[in-house]
């Protein structure tokens, strides 16, 4: 069984930072991507920040120059450096990866994971 789990997510003050982590574990083959959505109250989950297996990154327009996502492939882990938060960051971040677990190494797609989710809530 694979679990994602994230820790780092709090209350800032606009124009402060936080830093999300996300690890991996369980019966995990391989990887794809890693990388984190957000989900605002009343909106739907968008993309923040993703990065595929050899580095290469994507970025939601509103957080480009402020968000860095890293990954750390020895440890299943990918993590969300945020800087300059602003309110309209509020949200709940999730973790997701696209995988292959153990039991399913041959097969020749990818399979989607998600964490449980963290709050990030910008606010003076």
């Known amino acids: 069984q694979v679990q994602l789990v994230e820790s780092g997510g709090g209350l800032v003050q606009p124009g402060g930072s936080l830093r999300l982590s996300c690890a991996a574990s369980g019966s995990i083959f391989s990887i794809n991507t890693m990388g984190w959505y957000r989900q605002a109250p009343g909106k739907q989950r968008e993309l923040v920040a993703v990065?595929?297996?050899?580095?290469?990154?994507n970025y939601a327009d509103s957080v480009k120059g402020r968000f860095t996502i890293s990954r750390d492939n020895a440890k299943n882990a990918v993590y969300l450096q945020m800087n300059s938060l602003k309110p309209e960051d509020t949200a709940v971040y999730y973790c997701n990866a696209q995988l292959r677990p153990i039991s399913l190494e041959y097969a020749t797609n990818w399979f989607q994971y998600w964490g449980q989710g963290t709050q990030v809530t910008v606010s003076s």
């Open positions: 990065m595929v297996n050899g580095g290469n990154t």
